[in-house]
């Protein structure tokens, strides 16, 4: 079970879960890399998240996703996770933070 700060609302929680999610062959985590679209959430703990890999041929294509709903079902107050892989808009670098290009020196 992933425990924070009382205070931070369920979606910030979620985030702090996908945050420690790295493509293993990229040293940022999955949020800063711009991969998740979407997030929704309600009030009785369903979660709906929208996200993407680098690339459809992605070598980690089956294992990142189950690790992602593992980890957002582990966020305390999710009951439920409905998580779509989606491929439009396809990603490109202009959708990682500017931490991220930072790290991967990318500017």
Known sequence: MVTTDDNQT???RIIAALKTVYDPEIPVDIYELGLVYTI???????VRISMTLT??????A????????QKVAEVDGVTEV???VVYDPPWSKEMMSEEARL????F
């Open 82 to 84: 409905d998580l779509s």
């Open 103 to 106: 790290t991967l020196d990318m």
């Open 10 to 12: 369920l979606e910030e």
């Open 62 to 69: 089956d294992a990142l996703p189950m690790e992602v709903q």
């Open 55 to 60: 690339s459809p041929m992605c070598p980690v």
């Open 40 to 46: 929704e959430t309600r009030e009785d703990g369903f």
